[in-house]
């Protein structure tokens, strides 16, 4: 995503009642991780530094990683292949470019059943 959307996005769940922690890159979103385990991870495939794809072989090695649902956005033209090729990272779903924020917050609602309480 690129930087404005991301902030709409973190924005969009923040005001949901989520809480958000955002990260540019996935090293650093990677780094993050390590630090404090998420409940959810909503991720753009096309990232400087390292892309979506690195972060998510990088992150399912992680010994906490398993149960993390992880939500990926991408305006890639194949994205049923992309899909495919990323269920078996474990990544529950991917939302094509541009995607409609309601259709976000409901997937998140999904695997995060309840924001906290503000």
């Known amino acids: 995503m690129t930087t404005q ?5 973190s924005d969009v769940l923040r005001d949901d009642g ?3 922690r955002e990260a540019t890159n996935g090293a650093e979103a990677l780094g993050r991780i390590r630090d404090e385990r998420p409940d959810l991870i909503v991720l753009d495939l096309m990232m400087p ?5 690195t972060f998510v072989e990088e992150f399912r090695g992680e010994p906490f990683s398993d149960d993390v649902p992880i939500i990926v956005t991408s305006a890639s033209h194949d994205l049923p292949r992309t899909a495919e090729r990323l269920r078996s990272f474990g990544v529950r779903t991917c939302l094509a470019k541009p995607f409609d924020l309601d259709g976000l917050l409901a997937l998140v609602e999904r695997y995060v059943p309840s924001a906290p309480a503000a």
Do not use: I, R
């Open 18 to 20: 989520y809480e958000v």
């Open 5 to 9: 959307s991301a902030k709409l996005v």
């Open 49 to 53: 530094v390292m892309d979506g794809w």
